[in-house]
């Protein structure tokens, strides 16, 4: 590039399309369809820097390759930034080839969960130029100002991989951001309206449902999580700035309901006593939900929660087996798990628990002793999970040194598996494929097919959106096939 004015550079953020059935199998009219917050925040970066830019979300608003490939002839961008996870890096490959084809001279970085976990493989099974390491709104910054200068050489940029006389070629690592309050709010405006997307039923009570992430990093060592992209180190807004985002999402952006993506919403419990205090303060009536773990909860927090608008939290469970929480490291024990779910009901609070099938060590007998913990607990929401092997997390490199990954064709990997058509990419010691499905099916079944959880939820009924989200769950249930 030979340089270009500020207020005449353009940037074209993309995420590839991804299907339902692809993200949910079987179980695909209950999945999510979320918007990827991630280029939200460095969009949002760049406007601040007085640079254009656009997003096209093509989850939350699908279109085919012909559409995106027309879209992006009619915004003229100066570059092309896609993001990628593992569900989608196959279709951004793809998509990425096409739009090379058609506009050559356009630089093309990557950036996202895929590249972060897998930055050599990724660039070079892809056509990408460059690609964007880690937390991106700093690195995409300095990146876009090269460019505009006319700069070439990006060897000086921290956080970057690049493609050089055939070869990846990496410059130093950057840090991660710790004042995250100096990052301005994510560019929704550039999104497709909220009622576009559509959360898991069991997982909201008022649509649109606004997401955010009020902090980053996780200090936990579960080796099946995948940890790359924000790192371990917990770092957090200021309950006056999460809860500014809440009122500019509603206010702005009409959400009825907030759900936190937090990996540990209530890591630091006294920021959390201030996001209550002050959504208290400022008398809001919104219900939202988080994610969190049971052993950074106790009975006063999730009391204060609830009386915040707080109506659901979401426990990472993964087994109801001691062995099993030992081998993959969650750091709790069973009792911890039955504990912090006893808390949050006592708190009045609605609680959904996830569970991973399959992971090393695993068994008929461990799957059974999940699915009857689950059921002991009286949870609310439950979603049985098979393990995906992020690559280059301490699992995937476990397995691999073993030998035990049968594939790593991401065109099979789904996490809410169909029964009959999925692949599966790793199974564990003393199971076969099909006696792994046949479980995962049979636990929802198992769990949700009981009169007394029916009745519970019947009883719980507060109006038309419950009975149409119920209906649509126990459809989407009685619909899964067992493999034959």
């Given amino acids: 590039m030979n340089g270009k004015k500020r207020s005449d550079f353009k940037v074209l953020f993309i995420s590839p399309p991804l299907s339902i059935s692809k993200q949910a199998g079987g179980l695909k009219d209950i999945a999510n369809v979320l918007p990827t917050m991630g280029v939200g925040y460095i969009a949002a970066l760049l406007e601040k820097n007085g640079i254009k830019v656009k997003i096209m979300d093509c989850i939350g608003e699908p279109k085919t390759l012909d559409e995106i490939i027309g879209r992006i002839g009619r915004e003229s961008p100066d570059v ?54 880690g937390e991106g ?25 690049l493609r050089k006389d055939g070869a990846v070629a990496f410059t130093k690592e950057r840090l991660y951001i710790d004042d995250l309050d100096s990052l301005p709010f994510p560019a929704r405006h550039l999104y497709p309206s909220l009622d576009r997307y559509r959360p898991v039923p069991a997982s909201y009570i008022k649509k649109p449902v606004g997401l955010m992430i ?81 052993n950074t909860v106790n009975l006063d927090i999730l009391r204060k929660m609830k009386r915040a608008g707080c109506w659901q939290v979401i426990y990472g469970i993964e087994s109801g087996d001691q062995r099993m929480l030992n081998i993959i490291r969650k750091g709790v024990t069973v009792e911890q798990n039955e504990n ?125 959106e419950d009975i149409s989200r119920y209906f649509t769950a126990f459809r989407s249930i009685v619909s899964m096939r067992k493999a034959s």
């Avoid at 990425?96 to 099974?125: D, Y």
Wanted: hydrophobic share 40%; aromatic share 10%; proline share 4%.
């Fill in 340 to 464: 912090g779910i006893r808390l949050a009901k006592k708190a009045g609070l609605n609680v959904r628990a996830t569970f991973v099938f399959g992971l090393p060590g695993e068994t008929l007998e461990t799957i059974k002793r999940t699915v009857e913990f689950a059921k002991r607990m009286r949870l609310d929401v439950v979603n049985f999970f098979t393990v995906i092997l992020f690559p280059g997390n301490e699992l995937y490199l476990m397995a691999k040194k073993a030998g035990k990954i049968l594939h790593e064709d991401y065109n099979e990997y789904t996490s809410l598996i169909d029964a009959e058509e999925t692949k599966l990419h790793y199974i564990p010691d003393g199971m076969t494929e099909k006696e792994l499905k046949n479980a995962i099916v049979g636990a929802y079944r198992s769990y949700y097919f009981r009169p007394a959880y029916i009745m519970r939820q019947l009883l719980s009924i507060r109006g038309a």
């Fill in 80 to 133: 092309i930034g896609i993001t990628a996870t593992i569900l989608t890096i196959n279709t951004a490959n793809d998509m990425a080839g096409e739009i090379k084809k058609s506009f050559p001279g356009v630089p093309l970085v990557i950036g996202g969960p895929q590249l972060c976990s897998a930055p050599e493989k990724t660039m070079r099974e892809g056509p990408y130029d460059i690609g964007v390491l």
């Fill in 214 to 294: 009020s902090s980053r990093g996780c200090p936990y060592q579960c080796i099946f999580c995948d940890r790359k992209v924000f790192g371990n180190r917990f770092r957090a807004h200021s309950p006056k700035y999460v809860v500014d985002e809440m009122e500019h999402v509603i206010r702005v952006h009409g959400a009825k309901e907030i759900r936190f993506m937090d990996d540990t919403f209530t890591l630091d419990i006294g920021r959390v006593e201030g996001i209550c205090d002050e959504i208290l303060k400022r008398k809001m009536k919104v219900p939202w939900t988080c994610l969190t773990r049971v």
């Fill in 137 to 161: 709104e700093e690195t995409m910054l300095e990146l876009v100002n090269a460019m505009m200068a006319g700069r070439t050489d990006y060897s000086d940029i921290k956080g970057l991989a």
